[in-house]
Protein backbone atom coordinates (compact mmCIF):
# COMPACT_ATOMS: atom_id res chain seq x y z
CA UNK A 1 0.00 0.00 0.00
CA UNK A 2 1.42 3.13 -0.97
CA UNK A 3 1.98 6.25 1.36
CA UNK A 4 -0.94 8.31 0.16
CA UNK A 5 -3.39 5.46 0.66
CA UNK A 6 -2.30 4.96 3.88
CA UNK A 7 -2.98 8.83 4.70
CA UNK A 8 -6.62 8.70 3.26
CA UNK A 9 -7.56 5.27 5.21
CA UNK A 10 -6.22 7.05 8.19
CA UNK A 11 -8.29 10.19 7.42
CA UNK A 12 -11.25 8.33 6.70
CA UNK A 13 -10.71 6.60 9.97
CA UNK A 14 -11.09 10.30 11.53
CA UNK A 15 -14.21 10.92 9.62
CA UNK A 16 -16.23 7.83 10.37
CA UNK A 17 -14.78 6.45 13.27
CA UNK A 18 -11.68 3.75 13.28
CA UNK A 19 -14.30 0.70 13.29
CA UNK A 20 -16.08 2.00 10.58
CA UNK A 21 -13.31 1.54 8.01
CA UNK A 22 -12.76 -2.04 7.54
CA UNK A 23 -9.81 -3.35 5.29
CA UNK A 24 -8.68 -7.20 4.47
CA UNK A 25 -5.81 -5.99 6.85
CA UNK A 26 -7.91 -6.00 9.74
CA UNK A 27 -7.56 -9.50 11.86
CA UNK A 28 -10.99 -11.53 11.31
CA UNK A 29 -12.71 -9.09 9.13
CA UNK A 30 -14.20 -10.72 5.98
CA UNK A 31 -15.43 -8.16 3.34
CA UNK A 32 -17.06 -11.21 1.60
CA UNK A 33 -20.95 -9.78 1.71
CA UNK A 34 -19.30 -6.44 0.02
CA UNK A 35 -17.43 -7.55 -1.91
CA UNK A 36 -19.98 -10.35 -3.63
CA UNK A 37 -22.86 -10.03 -5.46
CA UNK A 38 -26.51 -11.22 -5.00
CA UNK A 39 -26.33 -13.26 -8.58
CA UNK A 40 -22.54 -14.59 -7.72
CA UNK A 41 -21.52 -12.54 -10.88
CA UNK A 42 -18.45 -10.85 -9.75
CA UNK A 43 -16.56 -11.25 -6.51
CA UNK A 44 -13.84 -8.01 -6.24
CA UNK A 45 -11.61 -6.76 -3.72
CA UNK A 46 -11.84 -3.67 -1.90
CA UNK A 47 -9.44 -0.69 -0.51
CA UNK A 48 -11.76 -0.30 2.32
CA UNK A 49 -15.68 -0.77 3.25
CA UNK A 50 -16.64 2.62 4.70
CA UNK A 51 -19.23 2.90 6.51
CA UNK A 52 -20.63 6.92 7.41
CA UNK A 53 -22.87 7.51 9.86
CA UNK A 54 -24.44 11.02 8.56
CA UNK A 55 -24.79 12.77 5.58
CA UNK A 56 -21.92 15.33 6.55
CA UNK A 57 -19.59 12.16 7.22
CA UNK A 58 -20.57 10.78 3.25
CA UNK A 59 -19.37 14.35 2.49
CA UNK A 60 -16.12 14.08 3.99
CA UNK A 61 -15.37 11.05 2.79
CA UNK A 62 -16.30 12.39 -0.85
CA UNK A 63 -14.03 14.85 -0.41
CA UNK A 64 -11.19 13.07 1.17
CA UNK A 65 -11.31 10.32 -2.05
CA UNK A 66 -11.72 13.36 -4.06
CA UNK A 67 -8.20 15.03 -2.91
CA UNK A 68 -6.27 12.10 -3.04
CA UNK A 69 -7.03 10.45 -6.34
CA UNK A 70 -4.48 12.22 -8.16
CA UNK A 71 -1.95 10.08 -5.95
CA UNK A 72 -3.82 6.83 -5.14
CA UNK A 73 -5.81 6.18 -8.08
CA UNK A 74 -9.04 5.29 -5.31
CA UNK A 75 -12.64 5.42 -6.79
CA UNK A 76 -15.80 4.85 -5.13
CA UNK A 77 -18.68 2.56 -5.28
CA UNK A 78 -21.90 3.59 -3.12
CA UNK A 79 -23.47 0.57 -2.23
CA UNK A 80 -27.00 -0.30 -0.22
CA UNK A 81 -28.68 -3.24 0.50
CA UNK A 82 -26.48 -4.95 -2.45
CA UNK A 83 -29.39 -6.50 -4.47
CA UNK A 84 -28.23 -5.33 -7.44
CA UNK A 85 -28.60 -7.59 -10.77
CA UNK A 86 -26.23 -6.32 -12.65
CA UNK A 87 -23.39 -5.98 -10.96
CA UNK A 88 -23.84 -2.05 -9.53
CA UNK A 89 -22.79 -2.01 -6.29
CA UNK A 90 -19.67 -4.66 -5.32
CA UNK A 91 -16.28 -3.35 -6.40
CA UNK A 92 -13.64 -4.40 -9.10
CA UNK A 93 -10.37 -6.78 -8.90
CA UNK A 94 -8.08 -3.58 -8.88
CA UNK A 95 -8.22 -2.98 -4.75
CA UNK A 96 -8.63 0.65 -5.15
CA UNK A 97 -12.03 1.10 -4.87
CA UNK A 98 -13.52 2.10 -1.95
CA UNK A 99 -17.52 0.70 -0.99
CA UNK A 100 -19.37 3.13 0.29
CA UNK A 101 -21.93 1.40 2.57
CA UNK A 102 -24.81 3.74 3.37
CA UNK A 103 -26.49 1.05 5.91
CA UNK A 104 -25.75 2.93 8.44
CA UNK A 105 -27.91 5.98 7.61
CA UNK A 106 -30.88 3.97 7.84
CA UNK A 107 -33.54 6.22 9.58
CA UNK A 108 -36.79 8.14 8.80
CA UNK A 109 -36.41 11.18 9.29
CA UNK A 110 -40.13 12.59 8.83
CA UNK A 111 -43.83 11.90 7.70
CA UNK A 112 -45.62 15.08 7.08
CA UNK A 113 -49.56 13.75 7.05
CA UNK A 114 -50.72 16.72 4.97
CA UNK A 115 -48.29 16.42 2.39
CA UNK A 116 -48.17 13.10 1.94
CA UNK A 117 -44.72 12.54 2.30
CA UNK A 118 -41.94 10.34 3.82
CA UNK A 119 -38.12 11.54 4.09
CA UNK A 120 -35.96 9.00 4.65
CA UNK A 121 -32.13 8.05 4.73
CA UNK A 122 -30.46 6.52 1.43
CA UNK A 123 -29.98 3.00 3.75
CA UNK A 124 -33.32 3.07 5.23
CA UNK A 125 -34.43 -0.63 4.00
CA UNK A 126 -37.45 -0.35 1.75
CA UNK A 127 -39.61 -2.43 4.27
CA UNK A 128 -39.42 0.31 6.78
CA UNK A 129 -40.64 3.15 4.42
CA UNK A 130 -43.67 0.68 3.95
CA UNK A 131 -43.83 -0.23 7.42
CA UNK A 132 -43.53 3.26 8.66
CA UNK A 133 -46.20 4.47 5.96
CA UNK A 134 -48.18 2.26 7.12
CA UNK A 135 -48.86 2.60 10.73
CA UNK A 136 -49.63 6.12 9.81
CA UNK A 137 -52.30 5.35 7.60
CA UNK A 138 -50.67 5.48 4.23
CA UNK A 139 -49.14 3.39 1.71
CA UNK A 140 -45.86 3.28 -0.01
CA UNK A 141 -46.13 1.34 -2.81
CA UNK A 142 -42.91 0.62 -4.00
CA UNK A 143 -42.90 -3.61 -3.85
CA UNK A 144 -40.20 -5.76 -4.93
CA UNK A 145 -38.92 -9.22 -3.57
CA UNK A 146 -35.81 -7.52 -2.27
CA UNK A 147 -38.14 -4.58 0.02
CA UNK A 148 -36.44 -6.50 3.25
CA UNK A 149 -32.75 -5.83 2.46
CA UNK A 150 -32.77 -3.20 -0.69
CA UNK A 151 -32.94 0.24 0.11
CA UNK A 152 -34.82 3.23 -0.83
CA UNK A 153 -30.78 4.45 -2.00
CA UNK A 154 -30.48 1.81 -4.03
CA UNK A 155 -34.36 1.95 -5.23
CA UNK A 156 -33.32 5.40 -6.40
CA UNK A 157 -29.78 4.71 -8.07
CA UNK A 158 -31.73 2.53 -10.48
CA UNK A 159 -35.08 3.76 -10.38
CA UNK A 160 -36.17 0.20 -8.99
CA UNK A 161 -39.76 -1.19 -10.29
CA UNK A 162 -41.44 -4.16 -8.89
CA UNK A 163 -44.58 -5.25 -8.53
CA UNK A 164 -46.86 -2.27 -8.65
CA UNK A 165 -45.95 0.11 -11.33
CA UNK A 166 -49.10 -0.49 -13.18
CA UNK A 167 -50.50 1.81 -10.58
CA UNK A 168 -47.97 3.57 -8.80
CA UNK A 169 -45.41 4.13 -11.34
CA UNK A 170 -41.28 3.38 -10.62
CA UNK A 171 -39.58 4.94 -8.08
CA UNK A 172 -38.42 7.67 -10.22
CA UNK A 173 -42.78 8.74 -10.17
CA UNK A 174 -42.73 8.03 -6.50
CA UNK A 175 -39.88 10.64 -5.14
CA UNK A 176 -40.59 14.47 -4.99
CA UNK A 177 -37.23 15.35 -3.49
CA UNK A 178 -33.10 13.74 -2.67
CA UNK A 179 -30.34 15.25 -0.72
CA UNK A 180 -27.05 14.39 -3.07
CA UNK A 181 -23.31 14.39 -1.96
CA UNK A 182 -21.63 15.26 -5.04
CA UNK A 183 -18.49 14.32 -6.64
CA UNK A 184 -16.68 17.13 -5.30
CA UNK A 185 -18.26 16.21 -1.60
CA UNK A 186 -20.85 18.95 -1.39
CA UNK A 187 -23.75 18.56 -0.01
CA UNK A 188 -27.32 19.36 -2.24
CA UNK A 189 -29.98 19.72 0.15
CA UNK A 190 -33.26 19.40 -2.59
CA UNK A 191 -35.77 17.27 -0.09
CA UNK A 192 -38.35 19.94 -0.81
CA UNK A 193 -41.30 17.71 -1.07
CA UNK A 194 -42.79 20.16 -3.64
CA UNK A 195 -45.21 18.28 -6.08
CA UNK A 196 -44.06 21.56 -9.10
CA UNK A 197 -40.80 23.15 -9.21
CA UNK A 198 -40.09 24.28 -12.80
CA UNK A 199 -36.90 26.24 -11.58
CA UNK A 200 -34.36 24.68 -14.32
CA UNK A 201 -32.58 21.20 -14.74
CA UNK A 202 -34.39 18.40 -13.73
CA UNK A 203 -31.46 17.48 -11.27
CA UNK A 204 -33.15 14.79 -8.96
CA UNK A 205 -34.52 12.89 -12.01
CA UNK A 206 -31.33 12.84 -13.33
CA UNK A 207 -29.74 11.49 -10.23
CA UNK A 208 -32.45 9.45 -10.22
CA UNK A 209 -31.26 5.91 -12.23
CA UNK A 210 -27.65 6.79 -12.58
CA UNK A 211 -26.28 3.96 -10.51
CA UNK A 212 -24.08 5.83 -8.19
CA UNK A 213 -22.25 7.61 -10.86
CA UNK A 214 -23.26 11.34 -10.76
CA UNK A 215 -23.53 11.21 -6.62
CA UNK A 216 -24.59 9.72 -3.46
CA UNK A 217 -28.09 10.14 -2.66
CA UNK A 218 -28.07 10.21 1.25
CA UNK A 219 -31.83 10.96 2.10
CA UNK A 220 -34.59 11.12 -0.12
CA UNK A 221 -38.40 13.26 0.35
CA UNK A 222 -40.75 10.30 -1.37
CA UNK A 223 -44.68 10.30 -1.96
CA UNK A 224 -47.28 8.37 -0.05
CA UNK A 225 -51.04 7.36 -1.29
CA UNK A 226 -53.98 6.54 1.07
CA UNK A 227 -54.28 3.13 2.15
CA UNK A 228 -56.83 1.39 -0.16
CA UNK A 229 -60.17 0.11 1.63
CA UNK A 230 -59.00 -3.25 -0.17
CA UNK A 231 -56.92 -5.28 -2.21
CA UNK A 232 -57.71 -8.64 -3.77
CA UNK A 233 -55.39 -11.23 -5.63
CA UNK A 234 -56.72 -13.74 -8.30
CA UNK A 235 -54.10 -16.44 -9.62
CA UNK A 236 -55.22 -17.33 -13.33
CA UNK A 237 -54.15 -19.74 -15.99
CA UNK A 238 -54.04 -18.47 -19.41
CA UNK A 239 -53.46 -20.36 -23.08
CA UNK A 240 -51.01 -18.00 -24.13
CA UNK A 241 -49.09 -15.01 -23.93
CA UNK A 242 -51.36 -13.40 -26.33
CA UNK A 243 -54.36 -14.09 -24.44
CA UNK A 244 -52.58 -13.04 -21.83
CA UNK A 245 -52.11 -9.68 -22.94
CA UNK A 246 -55.94 -9.87 -24.12
CA UNK A 247 -56.34 -10.32 -20.51
CA UNK A 248 -54.47 -7.42 -19.39
CA UNK A 249 -56.57 -4.81 -21.57
CA UNK A 250 -59.64 -6.45 -20.32
CA UNK A 251 -58.64 -6.03 -16.86
CA UNK A 252 -57.24 -2.60 -17.59
CA UNK A 253 -61.10 -1.75 -18.33
CA UNK A 254 -62.94 -3.64 -15.70
CA UNK A 255 -60.71 -2.91 -12.80
CA UNK A 256 -59.95 1.02 -14.20
CA UNK A 257 -57.64 2.55 -12.10
CA UNK A 258 -58.00 -0.29 -9.05
CA UNK A 259 -55.71 -2.44 -11.06
CA UNK A 260 -52.53 -2.79 -9.24
CA UNK A 261 -50.40 -5.38 -10.65
CA UNK A 262 -50.73 -7.50 -13.18
CA UNK A 263 -47.19 -10.28 -13.91
CA UNK A 264 -46.98 -13.17 -15.50
CA UNK A 265 -45.42 -16.48 -15.04
CA UNK A 266 -44.06 -19.22 -17.63
CA UNK A 267 -44.64 -22.96 -16.74
CA UNK A 268 -41.33 -23.40 -16.28
CA UNK A 269 -40.31 -21.18 -14.09
CA UNK A 270 -43.08 -22.41 -11.46
CA UNK A 271 -41.80 -25.45 -11.87
CA UNK A 272 -37.92 -24.18 -10.59
CA UNK A 273 -40.53 -22.70 -7.52
CA UNK A 274 -42.25 -26.32 -7.08
CA UNK A 275 -39.30 -28.19 -7.02
CA UNK A 276 -36.33 -25.99 -5.06
CA UNK A 277 -39.48 -24.96 -2.51
CA UNK A 278 -41.69 -27.81 -2.28
CA UNK A 279 -43.41 -26.27 0.79
CA UNK A 280 -44.78 -23.37 -1.69
CA UNK A 281 -48.20 -24.98 -3.27
CA UNK A 282 -47.98 -23.29 -6.55
CA UNK A 283 -51.51 -23.68 -8.34
CA UNK A 284 -52.44 -24.32 -11.72
CA UNK A 285 -48.71 -24.07 -13.47
CA UNK A 286 -48.90 -28.04 -14.49
CA UNK A 287 -51.77 -27.54 -17.00
CA UNK A 288 -51.13 -23.98 -18.48
CA UNK A 289 -48.26 -22.65 -20.40
CA UNK A 290 -48.89 -19.53 -18.44
CA UNK A 291 -50.25 -18.43 -15.17
CA UNK A 292 -51.24 -14.61 -14.82
CA UNK A 293 -51.22 -13.28 -10.54
CA UNK A 294 -53.22 -9.74 -10.75
CA UNK A 295 -54.16 -7.24 -7.92
CA UNK A 296 -56.40 -5.01 -7.57
CA UNK A 297 -56.60 -2.45 -5.01
CA UNK A 298 -59.99 -0.16 -3.83
CA UNK A 299 -60.97 2.68 -2.06
CA UNK A 300 -64.43 1.86 -1.66
CA UNK A 301 -65.02 -1.67 0.24
CA UNK A 302 -63.74 -5.91 -0.15
CA UNK A 303 -67.15 -6.12 -1.73
CA UNK A 304 -66.77 -3.93 -4.46
CA UNK A 305 -63.33 -4.92 -4.90
CA UNK A 306 -64.68 -9.17 -5.15
CA UNK A 307 -67.62 -8.06 -7.08
CA UNK A 308 -64.93 -6.00 -9.46
CA UNK A 309 -62.62 -9.16 -9.76
CA UNK A 310 -65.58 -11.69 -10.51
CA UNK A 311 -66.82 -9.61 -13.64
CA UNK A 312 -63.04 -9.26 -14.73
CA UNK A 313 -62.70 -13.62 -14.30
CA UNK A 314 -66.20 -14.37 -15.68
CA UNK A 315 -65.28 -12.01 -19.03
CA UNK A 316 -62.06 -13.43 -19.22
CA UNK A 317 -63.25 -17.22 -19.02
CA UNK A 318 -66.25 -16.07 -21.64
CA UNK A 319 -63.27 -14.81 -24.02
CA UNK A 320 -61.20 -17.63 -23.58
CA UNK A 321 -58.52 -15.83 -21.93
CA UNK A 322 -58.99 -17.46 -18.32
CA UNK A 323 -58.72 -21.34 -18.51
CA UNK A 324 -59.30 -21.74 -14.74
CA UNK A 325 -58.78 -19.28 -11.75
CA UNK A 326 -59.03 -18.56 -8.06
CA UNK A 327 -59.82 -15.36 -6.02
CA UNK A 328 -57.29 -15.21 -2.21
CA UNK A 329 -60.21 -15.71 0.39
CA UNK A 330 -57.69 -14.22 3.06
CA UNK A 331 -55.21 -12.06 3.32
CA UNK A 332 -52.45 -15.03 4.27
CA UNK A 333 -53.78 -16.71 1.24
CA UNK A 334 -52.93 -13.83 -0.64
CA UNK A 335 -49.68 -13.56 1.03
CA UNK A 336 -48.61 -16.96 -0.08
CA UNK A 337 -49.35 -16.52 -3.89
CA UNK A 338 -47.06 -13.40 -4.13
CA UNK A 339 -44.98 -15.30 -2.18
CA UNK A 340 -44.74 -17.62 -5.02
CA UNK A 341 -43.97 -14.67 -7.96
CA UNK A 342 -41.81 -13.14 -5.38
CA UNK A 343 -39.59 -16.41 -4.75
CA UNK A 344 -39.11 -17.30 -8.37
CA UNK A 345 -35.57 -15.35 -8.57
CA UNK A 346 -34.41 -17.23 -5.80
CA UNK A 347 -35.99 -20.26 -7.55
CA UNK A 348 -33.80 -19.66 -10.18
CA UNK A 349 -30.81 -19.04 -8.72
CA UNK A 350 -31.21 -22.59 -6.54
CA UNK A 351 -31.40 -23.76 -10.46
CA UNK A 352 -27.80 -22.38 -11.04
CA UNK A 353 -25.72 -19.46 -12.49
CA UNK A 354 -28.54 -18.04 -15.39
CA UNK A 355 -28.59 -15.54 -17.80
CA UNK A 356 -31.00 -12.68 -16.80
CA UNK A 357 -32.83 -9.83 -18.93
CA UNK A 358 -35.35 -7.57 -17.60
CA UNK A 359 -36.47 -6.18 -21.17
CA UNK A 360 -39.19 -3.61 -22.03
CA UNK A 361 -41.36 -3.69 -25.53
CA UNK A 362 -44.66 -2.60 -26.26
CA UNK A 363 -47.15 -4.56 -24.79
CA UNK A 364 -48.94 -5.52 -27.98
CA UNK A 365 -45.55 -6.53 -29.48
CA UNK A 366 -45.05 -8.81 -26.89
CA UNK A 367 -46.38 -12.06 -27.62
CA UNK A 368 -45.08 -12.46 -30.99
CA UNK A 369 -41.28 -11.11 -29.40
CA UNK A 370 -41.55 -14.56 -27.44
CA UNK A 371 -42.42 -16.47 -30.29
CA UNK A 372 -39.84 -15.46 -32.69
CA UNK A 373 -36.92 -15.06 -30.08
CA UNK A 374 -37.90 -18.52 -28.20
CA UNK A 375 -37.23 -20.18 -31.82
CA UNK A 376 -34.68 -18.33 -32.50
CA UNK A 377 -33.06 -19.40 -29.02
CA UNK A 378 -33.81 -22.78 -29.25
CA UNK A 379 -32.41 -23.29 -32.78
CA UNK A 380 -28.85 -21.39 -31.95
CA UNK A 381 -28.51 -23.36 -28.42
CA UNK A 382 -31.11 -26.21 -28.31
CA UNK A 383 -31.63 -27.42 -25.04
CA UNK A 384 -31.49 -23.91 -23.15
CA UNK A 385 -34.34 -23.28 -21.08
CA UNK A 386 -36.52 -20.24 -20.64
CA UNK A 387 -37.28 -18.51 -17.54
CA UNK A 388 -40.14 -16.09 -18.15
CA UNK A 389 -41.82 -14.40 -15.87
CA UNK A 390 -42.08 -10.18 -14.92
CA UNK A 391 -44.29 -7.49 -15.27
CA UNK A 392 -46.13 -7.85 -18.06
CA UNK A 393 -48.88 -4.75 -17.27
CA UNK A 394 -45.39 -2.41 -17.47
CA UNK A 395 -44.72 -4.43 -20.95
CA UNK A 396 -41.17 -5.60 -19.11
CA UNK A 397 -40.26 -9.43 -19.15
CA UNK A 398 -37.64 -11.37 -17.18
CA UNK A 399 -36.49 -12.95 -20.25
CA UNK A 400 -34.23 -15.40 -18.56
CA UNK A 401 -32.51 -18.06 -19.94
CA UNK A 402 -30.66 -21.54 -17.84
CA UNK A 403 -28.81 -23.38 -19.16
CA UNK A 404 -29.91 -27.11 -20.66
CA UNK A 405 -30.48 -29.48 -17.60
CA UNK A 406 -27.31 -31.14 -16.60
CA UNK A 407 -24.89 -28.95 -18.33
CA UNK A 408 -22.33 -26.99 -16.20
CA UNK A 409 -24.05 -23.26 -15.69
CA UNK A 410 -21.00 -21.06 -15.32
CA UNK A 411 -19.26 -23.19 -18.35
CA UNK A 412 -22.32 -22.77 -20.45
CA UNK A 413 -22.36 -18.79 -19.08
CA UNK A 414 -18.73 -18.39 -20.52
CA UNK A 415 -19.34 -20.26 -23.51
CA UNK A 416 -22.92 -18.90 -24.89
CA UNK A 417 -23.90 -15.63 -22.57
CA UNK A 418 -22.66 -12.98 -25.35
CA UNK A 419 -24.37 -15.09 -27.96
CA UNK A 420 -27.64 -15.60 -25.43
CA UNK A 421 -27.72 -11.60 -24.93
CA UNK A 422 -26.61 -10.27 -28.38
CA UNK A 423 -30.08 -12.64 -29.94
CA UNK A 424 -32.14 -11.35 -27.36
CA UNK A 425 -31.37 -7.72 -27.35
CA UNK A 426 -31.34 -7.91 -31.39
CA UNK A 427 -34.69 -8.65 -31.13
CA UNK A 428 -35.63 -6.25 -28.60
CA UNK A 429 -34.25 -3.51 -30.86
CA UNK A 430 -36.11 -4.52 -33.85
CA UNK A 431 -39.49 -5.07 -31.72
CA UNK A 432 -38.76 -1.32 -30.33
CA UNK A 433 -37.81 -2.04 -27.06
CA UNK A 434 -35.08 -1.66 -24.31
CA UNK A 435 -32.49 -3.77 -23.20
CA UNK A 436 -33.22 -2.60 -19.24
CA UNK A 437 -36.49 -1.73 -17.85
CA UNK A 438 -35.75 -1.86 -14.71
CA UNK A 439 -32.31 -3.48 -13.45
CA UNK A 440 -30.30 -0.78 -14.61
CA UNK A 441 -26.68 -1.16 -16.82
CA UNK A 442 -24.53 -1.66 -13.86
CA UNK A 443 -21.25 -3.22 -15.33
CA UNK A 444 -23.07 -6.22 -16.88
CA UNK A 445 -24.21 -4.67 -19.29
CA UNK A 446 -21.76 -1.14 -19.75
CA UNK A 447 -20.06 -2.57 -22.61
CA UNK A 448 -23.56 -4.15 -24.60
CA UNK A 449 -25.00 -0.63 -23.98
CA UNK A 450 -23.53 0.89 -26.67
CA UNK A 451 -24.79 -1.03 -29.69
CA UNK A 452 -28.55 -0.98 -28.50
CA UNK A 453 -28.59 3.16 -27.27
CA UNK A 454 -28.52 6.23 -29.86
CA UNK A 455 -24.99 7.35 -30.27
CA UNK A 456 -26.47 10.80 -29.78
CA UNK A 457 -28.06 9.91 -26.29
CA UNK A 458 -24.50 8.50 -25.33
CA UNK A 459 -22.71 11.76 -25.49
CA UNK A 460 -25.04 13.43 -23.68
CA UNK A 461 -24.62 11.30 -21.51
CA UNK A 462 -21.05 11.20 -21.06
CA UNK A 463 -21.15 14.89 -21.49
CA UNK A 464 -23.01 14.77 -18.48
CA UNK A 465 -20.91 12.62 -16.89
CA UNK A 466 -18.11 14.79 -17.53
CA UNK A 467 -19.77 17.99 -16.05
CA UNK A 468 -20.85 16.06 -13.08
CA UNK A 469 -18.12 13.86 -12.36
CA UNK A 470 -14.83 15.25 -14.04
CA UNK A 471 -12.03 12.64 -12.63
CA UNK A 472 -14.53 9.38 -12.34
CA UNK A 473 -14.41 9.35 -9.11
CA UNK A 474 -18.10 8.05 -8.76
CA UNK A 475 -18.83 3.89 -9.01
CA UNK A 476 -16.29 4.19 -12.55
CA UNK A 477 -17.32 1.97 -15.09
CA UNK A 478 -21.33 1.37 -14.73
CA UNK A 479 -23.70 2.79 -17.00
CA UNK A 480 -21.28 4.65 -19.56
CA UNK A 481 -17.37 4.15 -20.26
CA UNK A 482 -15.63 8.05 -20.12
CA UNK A 483 -12.29 8.58 -20.48
CA UNK A 484 -10.49 11.19 -18.39
P1 LIG B 1 -27.51 -1.83 -4.36
O1 LIG B 1 -27.57 -3.16 -4.98
O2 LIG B 1 -26.65 -1.69 -3.18
O3 LIG B 1 -27.08 -0.76 -5.46
C1 LIG B 1 -27.70 -0.71 -6.70
C2 LIG B 1 -27.11 0.45 -7.52
O4 LIG B 1 -27.46 1.70 -6.93
C3 LIG B 1 -25.59 0.44 -7.60
O5 LIG B 1 -25.19 0.96 -8.83
C4 LIG B 1 -25.17 1.35 -6.47
O6 LIG B 1 -23.90 1.95 -6.69
C5 LIG B 1 -26.29 2.39 -6.51
N1 LIG B 1 -26.60 2.95 -5.19
C6 LIG B 1 -26.93 2.29 -4.05
N2 LIG B 1 -27.17 3.16 -3.07
C7 LIG B 1 -26.98 4.40 -3.58
C8 LIG B 1 -27.07 5.71 -3.06
N3 LIG B 1 -27.40 5.93 -1.81
N4 LIG B 1 -26.79 6.76 -3.88
C9 LIG B 1 -26.46 6.56 -5.17
N5 LIG B 1 -26.36 5.33 -5.73
C10 LIG B 1 -26.63 4.27 -4.94
N6 LIG B 1 -35.39 -4.45 -9.18
C11 LIG B 1 -36.50 -3.93 -9.73
O7 LIG B 1 -36.43 -2.87 -10.34
N7 LIG B 1 -37.71 -4.58 -9.64
C12 LIG B 1 -37.85 -5.74 -8.97
O8 LIG B 1 -38.93 -6.30 -8.91
C13 LIG B 1 -36.69 -6.29 -8.35
N8 LIG B 1 -36.78 -7.43 -7.66
C14 LIG B 1 -35.66 -7.95 -7.10
C15 LIG B 1 -35.77 -9.15 -6.40
C16 LIG B 1 -34.65 -9.74 -5.82
C17 LIG B 1 -34.78 -11.04 -5.07
C18 LIG B 1 -33.40 -9.08 -5.93
C19 LIG B 1 -32.17 -9.68 -5.29
C20 LIG B 1 -33.27 -7.89 -6.63
C21 LIG B 1 -34.39 -7.31 -7.22
N9 LIG B 1 -34.31 -6.12 -7.95
C22 LIG B 1 -35.45 -5.59 -8.50
C23 LIG B 1 -32.99 -5.49 -8.24
C24 LIG B 1 -32.45 -4.33 -7.37
O9 LIG B 1 -32.18 -3.24 -8.26
C25 LIG B 1 -33.33 -3.77 -6.34
O10 LIG B 1 -33.43 -4.80 -5.38
C26 LIG B 1 -32.94 -2.47 -5.61
O11 LIG B 1 -33.36 -1.33 -6.31
C27 LIG B 1 -31.48 -2.30 -5.27
O12 LIG B 1 -31.39 -1.69 -4.01
P2 LIG B 1 -30.09 -1.91 -3.09
O13 LIG B 1 -30.22 -1.04 -1.90
O14 LIG B 1 -29.83 -3.33 -2.86
O15 LIG B 1 -28.97 -1.29 -4.05
C1 LIG C 1 -38.41 -9.50 -10.20
O1 LIG C 1 -39.25 -8.96 -10.90
C2 LIG C 1 -37.03 -8.94 -10.19
O2 LIG C 1 -38.66 -10.46 -9.46
C3 LIG C 1 -35.94 -9.99 -10.46
O3 LIG C 1 -36.90 -7.85 -11.04
C4 LIG C 1 -36.06 -10.58 -11.83
O4 LIG C 1 -34.76 -12.48 -11.21
C5 LIG C 1 -35.14 -11.75 -12.12
O5 LIG C 1 -34.80 -11.94 -13.28
ZN1 LIG D 1 -38.72 -7.26 -12.01
Known sequence: MTDATTALLD?????????????????????????????????????????????????????????????????????????????????????????????????????????????????????????????????????????????????????????????????????????????????????????????????????????????????????????????????????????????????????????????????????????????SKVPLYETTPWCVLLEVSDHESEEHARAQFERLLEAGMEQGNITDGVVAESLSQAKALWQIRENLPIAQAMEGLNIKHDISIPISRIPEFVRVTDAALAQALPGIRMVDFGHLGDGNLHYNVQAPAGEDAAAFLRAHETTVNTLVFDSVTRFGGSISAEHGIGSLKVDKLPGYKSPVALDMMRAIKRALDPTNLMNPGRVVRVQV
Open 11 to 279: ELRTHVGAHHVLTHDDPGTDLGAWEQDWRKRSHGRALAVVRPGSTAEVAAVVAACARSQAATGVSIVPQGGNTSMVVGAVPDATGKQIVLSLQRLNQVLALDAGNSTLTAQAGCVLQTLQHTARDAGFLFPLSLAAEGSCTIGGNLGTNAGGTQVVRYGNTRELCLGLEVVTPQGQIWNGLSGLRKDNTGYDLRNLLIGAEGTLGVITAATMKLVPLPAAQLTAWTAVPSMEHAVALLGLAHKTLGAGLTGFEVMGQFALSLVARHMPA
